[in-house]
């Protein structure tokens, strides 16, 4: 056996002496009296009864170790011509701060905070200032617009919420305030108090008596110290896409959370204390959340905070020129990204101008890495180009490949070997029975799931169990599709619901279609994902119009689509609408999505036998063509 499969089946057969082991990894101020706590399945719960504050691990353990004045941040943002570095003391400092104000706010432990922020450091300190006095955060990502932020609000109930005056998306400054204002305006269960981090480039008007200036509050507090929490207690919740407009309120917990993230950075990543990591990506997001913010910082490495774009801030040369100037290990980010790279600049030159000799690795998520793009970032790179799959659900891999275990080879298109902790499985969709290598079916994992994943949905056990546990008894159903070869490794191949991928987003059709639908010449929509060089996916709009309506078409189309910007936000890159008769549906009544897309992306697509209408499909097929699109 080698050291992966010696390792995988330690963590599959016993558990519990496996975690246990890799929380020694983590300073608790009590052990816990149960490493896995299997008393109200399937709230499976890890290292009940122990004590530990995560920003403490993040921050405080690495001073008393030696390494307060190492970079705990580098922020880097070419929109602002900046480059900061904090070390971990100077980051203790402003964090405890920031921790101060919000108790002074009448934050206590328990209670939650939404974070609505730009790529800025005070995102990230904010979200550990959090931690440190066991509030929970819930960080909403600001490409939303301010219903999707109301929506939030109304299921995390802040009393507080943090934010900045704005962020700039390469040459746009987005003014925050007045999105953040509307939010509120439209939110049910209004938070009192809002502190705002003015930024040069637009400050934001304050409302006497609720906003406060961020700068101001954090100049005056008394720094807040660690305070213990319930290895069980949440951390925060992070909203996520589901099949419905309503999102998910994923929650983490404390314990397991910091376990299986330093674990993984270890063994996963191959990071050592001390070496630079590189998320690419935007703390709203879970791979800000476990791989900018705590993972890097849990195992004491320099995390790099970068605000820009692969491209056009200022040149697609942006991501080399990070990687040799602040010595980058390991870069993770998702294959749109180097997509858009390779788009802009196909022969590399800007690459030439930049060592990045000292990187180690450069790891994939958010979407499959397609071939062509694996065979680009690895020829032009030299390292090992990982594809590795995940979900906001699991907070950390699921599949990859292991710097710090064994490094697999590379089959291009597959995201090699399941994780240990992970007991991956095909299911049939019908029979729920596990499938043979080289079968493809529902991809599901065993329960329990490892630490670090989600304990539960904000507000919503039912859901929790409904979604996620009913379909598939005594696994998790993980919504993705996929199959596993001979040589045990998985590919994904992608969504079995209406859940797109947009530029390694994950987007909700269901909300988009709740957006069209409140048009008033809209009869009836339907929402798709279709394929997209750049971005991977594409959401597509079908419109069906009220009988009557002598509107110009392409009057409705553009204000629709200005709809979805202003209800979803730009984010979702909705930017195609077709008008057409009907839509294609079951004799059940149910949308034929999955066909329309098929007729969109030009691919073959058998006529369901449950269909209650074939000229429906006649329609979609006319409008596409006439789009240019299904080829
Ligand atoms: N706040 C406000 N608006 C935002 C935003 C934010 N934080 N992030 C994105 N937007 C806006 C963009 O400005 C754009 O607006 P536009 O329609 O006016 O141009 C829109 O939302 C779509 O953004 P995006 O999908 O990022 O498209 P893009 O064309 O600006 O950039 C890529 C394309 C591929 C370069 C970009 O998506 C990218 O870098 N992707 C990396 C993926 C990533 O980080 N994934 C996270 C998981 S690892
Ligand atoms: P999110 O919860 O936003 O991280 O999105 C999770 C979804 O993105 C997964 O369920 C997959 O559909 C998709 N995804 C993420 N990473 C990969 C990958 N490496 N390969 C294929 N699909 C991926």
Redesign the pocket.
Known sequence: MDEYEKVYKESIENPRSFWADAAKDIEWYEKWDQVLDESNKPFYRWFTGGKLNTCYNAIDHHIENGRGDQDAIIYDSPVTDTIEKYSFEELKERVSKIAGFLRELGVEKGDTVVIYM??IPESLMAMLACARIGAVHSVV???FASNELAIRVDDAEPDVILSASC?I??D?V?EYKPLLDEAIELAENKPTKCVIKQRPECEGKLIEGRDYDWDELEEEADPADCVSVDANDPLYVLYTSGTTGKPKGVVRDNGGHAVALKWSMRYVYGVEPGDVYW????V??V?GHSYIVYAPLLIGATTVMYEG????TPDPGAFWRVISQHDVDVL???P??I??IKREDPEAEYFEDYDISGLDSLFL??ERTDPDTYHWASDLLQVPVIDHWWQTETGWPIVGNFRGLKQFPIKPGSATKPMPGYDLQILDPQTGEELPPGETGVIAIKLPLPPGTFITLWNNKEKFKQEYMDPFPGYYFTGDAGFVDEDGYVSIMGRVDNVIN????RLSTGSMEEAVAKYPAVAECAVVGINDE??GEVPLGFLVLKSGVDQDHEEIKSEVIQMV?DEV???A?F?KALIVDKLPKTRSGKTLRGTMKKIADGEEYSVPSTIADEEALDTIEGAIEEEGLGK
Do not use: C, N, Q
Not at 279 to 282: L, Q
Not at 309 to 312: D, Q, Y
């Open positions: 730009p790529m990502f600001g490409g962020g998306e390469r746009k987005i998320a690419a990506s935007d709203g997001w791979v774009k692969p491209v056009g993770f980010t998702a749109t990204a997509r858009a998520a958010g947009v530029a390694g987003h750049l971005k910007r936000g730009p984010i890159s930017k």
